[in-house]
């Protein structure tokens, strides 16, 4: 530092270090001012924790700064010679300081580098070393420099890295740098003409092994399931860990999709030995679904949905390897890419509305409650619904961003309505369990209903059960507890049409289970599905949950309910989701009819 930038303050400090070393040139002032500018330099390289030093290129000995050999943990007697400090870095480092030190003073090119030492004691550190090689006047060079320890910020650099590149438990790359690595391979394939492959690996039943032996045991066999596949692929590929069961491994230049496939038999091969956990032994089953690039993608977005696709593929099929090889598969790859395209161009336009159906008293046909549903409204071609963009809702991009703008809406029409004293009772908003997962979809409902004022009893949120088969659900329960806990009240939407239904509703905090169009449509016609209605309202209400029954089109569905005691009701006997402005004309009527009544 100071033995940088003036050569009379450099060798002050040196000098200051009490003697044991050669002083200075004698360039500077007095001793006296010589000694307190040392003193002062000696202080700050102590605050500082660097150490400098100065080697004169004729042959003295080197000069070293207290705080360097405080440093290198050296008594102050050892030897000071330039050889020395080369010598305590280990081996690896040795030739390169030794190189950059040669070329500094025979041509004054500076350095910067950092260097593992190996101290007086002993100990390993890393020490970053940067000097100048100014001449003197005389054409001596005069080697000046400083040593800093930077071992623990390279330590707390690592693991942030760590924590921010890895995951924790298999110390594999995480899915954000695999995505990194994949970008880039296939940079290098687009510049050279190669092929880049894409392998995707998910667990079955994974889930179900987690449930029953526990996530202690889930943990130890994603472990060793990281291991195995670590060992199944080639030096230079790459393996990550994407998801809970899910892994990744990017395959350097692949031959073609037949070599895809052999790789991944290989690596089923190797995974699918049973794991001995605590005395006994756990089966694993895992598929795979590949990608290759050019073949079958254009970037990295493309490549992965193509791999998901195939994988889902292989596990619906059964046939546990899918490679992205026939039309079908890569159309639906395009597909959801073009609709992805739309759906961000309908964004900005501005063209993502909430429309709202009606929930109702099912005697008295008064309003309860409005579920908004979302809709594109394009410019040229009418309503999209959502089961045409079902992917850009459950794209944990897109999916946001369409949440946000519907919550957005919905709240300032629930501000307006509040304002014009509409009887709409509360509204409910769809969400995917993707919103869920991330953990703070609470806080972010309640920031808005906060910023516009609106009482929490007056928003709801559906979620359908079926989200609680793709995922593990503890963040999902958490933040339903969390939505319940601050007064918005959740719903189980679709009930009855997912598995384990019974488990979700014993385990969730939801107040209101909303009984599936599919047990509806034959309930005057069918006793089977009559039966199960009945049972599904006797078990809400033995739970405390209020049932909702949904897609009520017959006054004869609406009287079957009635008699099995379900009270409210949804459908389009009693109306179809309207736009905004139409709803509140409706609630304007419900108004009059209610100050009538
Ligand atoms: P859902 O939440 O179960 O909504 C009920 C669906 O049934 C709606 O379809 C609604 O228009 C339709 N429906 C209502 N009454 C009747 C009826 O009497 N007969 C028949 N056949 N259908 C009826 P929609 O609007 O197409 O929505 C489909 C699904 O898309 C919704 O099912 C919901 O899961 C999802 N969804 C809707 N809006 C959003 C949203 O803003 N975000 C998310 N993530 N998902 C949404
Ligand atoms: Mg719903
Ligand atoms: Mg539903």
Redesign the pocket.
Known sequence: MAARDDEGRGSAAVAAKGGDVAGGDGAGGGRAENDYHGRLIAQVESIAHIGSFVYEADGRPVEWSEEMFKLLDWSQQAPASLEALVDTVSEEGRGKLRTAVEEALATGKPFDLEAPLITGRGQLRLVRLRAEAPERGDGVRRLVGIAQDVTERRQFEDRTWRLANQDFLTRLPNRRLFEESLERALEVARFNGGKVGLLLLDLDYFKEINTSLGHATGDVLLHVVAGRLRRAVGPADEVARTGGDEFAVLVRDPEGPASLVALSRQILKAVEQPVPIRGSEVAVRASVGGALFPDHARGVGDMLDSAQAALARAKTTGRRIGLVYDDEMRQGADSRFRIHEAIRGALARDEIF?HY?PKVDLETGAVIGL????RWRTGSSGLV???EFGSA?SDGFL?SA??TR?LEKVTDDIRDWLDAGLPFGSVA????AIELMRGAYHEQVAEVLQRKAIPFDRFQV?V?ETVFLQFEGREIRDTIARLDALGVKVAL??FGTGFGSLVHLRRLAVSLIKID?SFIEHIDTQPEDEAIVRALIALGKDLGKRVIA????REEERRALLSLGCVEG????FGL?SPTAETAKMLEDERRRRLGD
Not at 550 to 553: D, F, K, L, S, V
Not at 570 to 573: D, P, S, T, V
């Open positions: 909430p159906q579920e908004a549903l979302v619904f959502p089961a809702l999916g369409i949440a519907v908003v769809n969400v995917t559906e359908t939407d679709d169009r949904e897609g009520i089109e949804q459908g389009y006997l989701p």
